[in-house]
């Protein structure tokens, strides 16, 4: 077996560690005896999404948005296509934004993809520092650190997690990032899988079954890796402190 992940523009949207989730599901499969294949496109690169079993698109700064909104346009219709069959993708902080119908940015305005029909619009202050949520998706908790001026409005749409400790889509929010058929956006970096394997293999699971069919994914020994999430979940949400 062998999974093909696509990592859209890193030169750009490599922000907040964005390498580190490829590297984590690399290692992961491969520690299970399955072929991985990583696909960096550059801005001017076609794409045939086909291809592609896991689609990483990263983060960058407002100005590094801007650059990929324009080759974002030209994609659009085959990165639609890709999710509306299934395609599995994770989408951190300004690819999270760009998933959506568009960023305000003061009196300037980012066309996103339009994944799905949310928006975000830029903040006073930036929402900083680690976060943990509880996800319907699993037990664990998910762990992150978040860093971003963009305040995400998902109307109705499914929430990644309720945020335990942090601030999440924007200020007021009691949840955080969203779910949407395959697609997992979140402003969670640091990078994010490797302090949650759950989430990780979540995904690998998702992308071994649309290419193959049901697959059983071999436990592996995830001791240290979840003593990093646990530390952060009991010390990010005591209330002695």
Same mark, same amino acid.
């Given at each position: 077996?062998?999974?093909?992940?696509?990592?859209?523009?890193?030169? @750009? @949207?490599?922000?907040?560690?964005?390498?580190?989730?490829?590297?984590?599901?690399?290692?992961?499969?491969?520690?299970?005896?399955?072929?991985?294949?990583?696909?960096?496109?550059?801005?001017?690169?076609?794409?045939?999404?086909?291809?592609?079993?896991?689609?990483? +698109?990263?983060?960058?700064?407002?100005?590094?948005? +801007?650059?990929?909104?324009?080759?974002?346009?030209?994609?659009?219709?085959?990165?639609?296509?890709?999710?509306?069959?299934?395609?599995?993708?994770? %989408?951190?902080?300004?690819?999270?934004?760009?998933?959506?119908?568009?960023?305000?940015?003061?009196?300037?305005?980012?066309?996103?993809?339009?994944?799905?029909?949310?928006?975000?619009?830029?903040?006073? #202050?930036?929402?900083?520092?680690?976060?943990?949520?509880?996800?319907? @998706?699993?037990?664990?908790?998910?762990?992150?650190?978040?860093?971003?001026?963009?305040?995400?409005?998902?109307?109705?749409?499914?929430? @990644?997690?309720k945020v335990?400790?942090?601030?999440?889509?924007?200020?007021?929010?009691?949840?955080?990032?969203?779910?949407?058929?395959?697609v997992i956006?979140?402003?969670?970096?640091?990078?994010?899988?490797?302090?949650n394997p759950?989430?990780?293999?979540?995904?690998?699971?998702? %992308?071994?079954?649309?290419?193959?069919?049901?697959?059983?994914?071999?436990?592996?020994?995830?001791?240290? #890796?979840?003593?990093?999430?646990?530390?952060?979940?009991?010390?990010?949400?005591?209330?002695?402190?």
């Amino acid at each position: 077996m062998k999974l093909t992940i696509g990592h859209l523009y890193p030169q @750009l @949207l490599n922000l907040y560690g964005d390498r580190g989730n490829i590297i984590c599901m690399v290692q992961r499969l491969q520690w299970r005896g399955i072929e991985a294949e990583v696909k960096e496109f550059d801005l001017n690169d076609e794409i045939d999404f086909s291809e592609l079993d896991i689609v990483l +698109l990263g983060g960058g700064s407002d100005r590094e948005q +801007l650059l990929v909104c324009n080759r974002l346009r030209t994609i659009k219709e085959d990165f639609l296509h890709y999710v509306e069959c299934g395609g599995v993708v994770l %989408a951190i902080c300004g690819g999270y934004q760009l998933l959506g119908t568009s960023y305000k940015m003061g009196d300037e305005t980012i066309e996103g993809l339009g994944v799905v029909q949310i928006h975000t619009e830029r903040g006073d #202050e930036r929402l900083v520092g680690n976060i943990v949520l509880q996800s319907d @998706l699993f037990p664990l908790p998910i762990v992150g650190f978040e860093n971003h001026g963009g305040r995400t409005f998902i109307g109705n749409y499914e929430p @990644l997690g309720k945020v335990l400790s942090g601030h999440g889509n924007h200020d007021n929010a009691v949840n955080e990032g969203i779910q949407y058929k395959h697609v997992i956006g979140t402003y969670l970096h640091g990078p994010l899988l490797p302090k949650n394997p759950h989430l990780c293999d979540y995904l690998l699971q998702l %992308a071994l079954n649309r290419r193959y069919g049901q697959v059983e994914l071999m436990p592996l020994d995830d001791q240290d #890796e979840l003593k990093a999430n646990h530390y952060i979940v009991e010390h990010f949400t005591r209330t002695d402190l």
